[in-house]
């Protein structure tokens, strides 16, 4: 089985600050590591994925993430946020094979003027 | 394409009536998941399916049925809806085993309240 943990329910930055939102899985067999963005009373869109080959993904508005498999992590970045990136952000894993998706609880990501 | 899209939009009950959550995608995917989302606790797995005429049970599934009678809906029933059951339900679906893109693609949501 698969779990994943989000280490910041919460994060506050200023426009134009970098930022990074950590996720870190645990799984017993090869891994997918997603990411999904929610912006506010809309469902979820895939951000970027990691399925395999390079460790650095990049993906939709500038976001970027790699995958660490020594330290099991996951973490999302972004050299300079906008106001319009405040949302909900979901890392997620499934195990290779598996139908599934397993989803972190979440990181409400605040852009503040 | 319309996607993955969900009816209705947002619903209200009172504690012990039913209802069913309309899926459907025009996508031709294998696969289709229903999730509740609460605050705090990400998105949880209630019953998922692999093909038409199949449905299993997800992390979550006490108090909700499920059925994929056509390959393009599935659809959630709450037979006597509780309070406990307030929630944002998400639907989703992906592309079969046999595809390497195992993305899945959500739907914009229900809003449902039990009283």
């Known amino acids: 089985a698969q779990s994943v943990t989000q280490l910041d329910s919460q994060v506050p930055v200023f426009e134009e600050a970098p930022v990074e939102l950590r996720c870190n899985y645990s799984?017993?067999?090869?891994?997918?590591l997603f990411w999904y963005v929610q912006y506010p009373n809309q469902g979820l869109q895939l951000l970027l994925k990691?399925?395999?080959?390079?460790?650095l993904v990049k993906g939709i508005n500038g976001f970027e993430a790699e995958f660490n498999k020594s330290q099991t992590s996951f973490h999302l970045r972004k050299p300079s946020v906008h106001i319009s990136d405040t949302a909900e952000y979901f890392c997620?894993?499934?195990?290779?094979?598996?139908?599934?998706?397993?989803f972190g609880k979440g990181t409400k990501l605040t852009v503040n003027p | 394409n319309a996607g993955v899209t969900q009816t209705p939009k947002f619903r209200v009950l009172k504690t012990g009536q039913s209802m069913t959550l309309l899926c459907a995608q025009d996508m031709n995917h294998e696969y289709m998941y229903w999730y509740r989302q609460d605050p705090g606790m990400g998105l949880r797995l209630i019953h998922y399916s692999v093909g038409e005429g199949t449905t299993a049970k997800g992390e979550v599934p006490d108090g909700y049925n499920v059925s994929r009678l056509k390959k393009q809906n599935f659809l959630l029933g709450l037979e006597s809806a509780a309070p406990s059951q307030t929630s944002v339900y998400f639907c989703?679906?992906?592309?079969?085993?046999?595809?390497?893109?195992?993305?899945?693609?959500f739907g914009p949501g229900t809003r449902l309240t039990v009283l």
């Open positions: 990691y399925l395999s080959g390079s460790t």
């Open positions: 989703a679906s992906r592309p079969g085993a046999t595809s390497s893109y195992n993305e899945q693609f």
């Open positions: 997620a894993v499934s195990g290779r094979g598996s139908e599934k998706l397993v």
């Open positions: 799984s017993s067999v090869s891994v997918y």
